[in-house]
């Protein structure tokens, strides 16, 4: 499984390495050219930057997964004395490093350039506590969680269309097969959580009991039902450990898939 983890990092690092090199030339154009204007403006187009970031990265891993799966290149791969799920957990760990690599550096960058354009010095004391809130490391391996969940759901409709569907003109149909997926998982979810309202303070760990109707500024994705006041941010008990859950299946089933069906 480690060599296999050489042999994707040596595949993507390229890739990878060329996305960060644009962004972070187009971060320093960004700050450079907008450095007098509002600083408002700045964060606005330097989170658009990190959020494009990832798309590429997030797009470019999924559809080399897609090029393996559909190509001749994929022979390699899965004649490897591998399990399914080791080959699938060494591209898992791959991307997980990968995104956070691109999320350590442009994020870093951004602070950096932020403080030079400005002319204030980082005051890396009060950065690091906010950094070991427990609330923002919560959140942060929430939305982790959350993206990794959803690279293994496109992984399992990947490799569901892949057996179903041996035509490979209609390789594209995975993308359906997904969206029903995910629809499905999110009124299960949906449900799971109606019967369960209890709910996590991520800032001190309390659980409170609501009501989803009454709840305010909800946010829906693809780990939980979430939603945040001025002061704390919940997370829904019932319904993190069912994407938990959800996420074991999907990892074991495309495993399967991978190992027991794909027809070379």
Known sequence: MGKYMKYEIKGTYKVILGILAIVLIATTVLYNYTAKNESSLIIALASLLIFGTFLSAFLYIVGSFRKELYEDRGYLTFTLPLTGNQILGAKLIVAFMWFLILGAITVSYNIFMMAKTSGETINFKEL???????????????????????????????????????????????FIIFLI?????????????????????????????????????IEIDNA?????????????????????????????????????????
């Open 128 to 174: 690091l506590s906010l950094i070991n809130s427990s609330e923002i490391i919560s959140f942060a391996i929430m939305i982790l969680i959350s993206g990794i969940s959803t690279l293994i759901l496109i992984y399992f409709s990947m490799a569901l269309s892949r057996v179903t569907l041996r035509n490979r003109k209609i390789g594209g149909m995975w």
């Open 181 to 217: 997926l995910s629809a499905f998982i999110a009124w299960i979810q949906m449900k799971i959580v109606t019967i369960s309202p209890y709910y996590i303070n991520l800032k001190d760990w309390s659980i409170v009991n609501s009501n989803i109707s009454a709840l305010f500024q």
């Open 224 to 264: 939980s039902l979430m939603f945040s006041t001025e002061d704390y941010f919940y997370i829904n008990i019932a319904g993190f450990i069912t994407n938990i859950i959800t996420g074991i299946i999907l990892f074991l089933g495309t495993g399967h898939i991978i190992e027991k069906k794909i027809d070379l």
